[in-house]
């Protein structure tokens, strides 16, 4: 039943947005594209945070069970950043890669943006057991990029809103907490 409604969740918003593009663009704004784009970019964010705090919730109620879920929410993840790269890539950019690169060196946090998907993309191919398998390292010392995906993801996020937004200090101290309990959880080596 839970995964169902993690499930559910996650394509809510794809849902919400898809009834928004066909049904009522207007509440998109004067720029419906850069909605569009920071509307999915929030929502993967949203997710990333949710697959963060899922997986202490787990460890802190030893709620095993939660942690099959762990890698859903990854895909979730790491699908609606591949969205919100798209939509930039394709209604901004009209594919354009030259101007893509262009953007990349003068926007930072397009930049930082880049470097957290790129972490979210490494964090997914090594979870696949096979590749697991063949790399014949701990994976989940690799696996902990996904702290930095995470970092880089709300500096990208707070960049590119270009203001102090109330979400934006929410999301925060939220990592900060979660890094924190990352800290301890490795101090006094919890399971």
Known sequence: MIRILVHLGCITPLCWLAAVLFYDTESLGADPIKELQHFLGFTALTILIALFLWRIIAKMFKFNRLLTLHRALGLWTLFYTLLHILSYLILELNLDITLFFS????????????FSFLALCFITIIAVPFIRNKINVN?????????LALLLAVIHYHLSTKAIKPTVILYAVIIGLIFIFAYYQKKYKLK
């Open 139 to 147: 994976w989940l010392s690799l696996h902990r990029m996904s702290y």
């Open 103 to 114: 953007e990349l060196s003068e926007r930072v946090y397009l930049l930082i943006g880049l």
